[in-house]
């Protein structure tokens, strides 16, 4: 094993369950990189304990999403549906897993759900999540969870949703910078692991046409493999409907992104995730 590998070997990967379309996206794409890496995959589920302090306020109302009737909530009724919930988790998550014949364990936590995410989190290597949750979302936006872990920076966080798979070829973000050396590497491997056949499409963030080649070199130069096929593309926008496009045109099937790069300030990463219609794998 390469000196490369050996920085980048994964042996657990966590992946953060509820029932919603999203979470299943990211279970599938987790059991997959499990295989991959003949990883461990732990499964988990949080009983949000403000969800339960909500049942205790007089005023709550649950409302029905097709009748539209209303009905207060107890502690016990919410607490035997989030139960019921973790169980139906649980028994999806087994099942996948056990076909897939990975190793894995399942369990389940009650607190705040960032707090509970990042606690499991710290003893894995990925995190997986889906997009959003279960909660009723604005188009786009990210869910809460997702945005909280962001804040966090966390190294390895791959986000999927629905209808999304995390195949090759893969295609990462390279600006030169230290963080974008990371995630080539990360891309690298991943791409050579996964389906050593497909090219890994490196694009080169640069305005500078002048400046293509060096970039080029030097992407080169980091991941230190001749032999790996690799096709390169000038990335000139930062809009992320532009870049779905060429995505889509590239037949990319999943994007490694740097977060430590030109390409973002402030706000602008959970601005461009939100427009971004791919799965990512995020790279602190």
Known sequence: MSNR???????????ALDASPNSLAALKAAVD???????ELAGLFVEDENIFRLADWPFVYEVGLFTGINRRVGSAELQRQIKLQARTVRRTFSG???????????????????????????????????????????????????????????????IMHEGSLARPPLAVVYDGSPTADRALRAAQILSSQIDETKPL????????????????????????????????HQLKTKNALQINDLLRRAGC????????????????????????RWPVLLVT
């Open 253 to 276: 099937g999943l994007l490694v992104l740097p977060t430590h790069i030109a390409f973002f300030n402030n706000n602008q990463l959970v601005s461009f995730l939100e427009n971004l």
């Open 33 to 39: 990189l499990a295989i991959s890496f003949d990883a």
């Open 96 to 158: 996948i897993s056990q076909r897939a014949q990975v190793r894995w364990q399942f369990n389940t936590v009650r607190g705040p759900v960032i707090t509970e995410v990042l606690t499991a989190a710290s003893e894995a290597d990925v995190l997986v999540l889906g997009r959003t949750g279960r909660s009723l979302h604005r188009h786009g936006r990210l869910g809460s969870t997702v945005s909280g872990i962001l804040q966090e920076q966390f190294g390895l966080l791959l």
């Open 5 to 15: 590998e050996e920085l980048f070997k994964i042996n657990r990967i966590l992946v």
């Open 201 to 232: 499409l490196i694009f080169l963030l640069v305005q500078d046409d002048q400046y293509v080649m060096r970039l080029q070199n030097q992407a080169i130069a980091s991941m230190g493999d001749r032999d790996m096929n690799i096709l390169f």
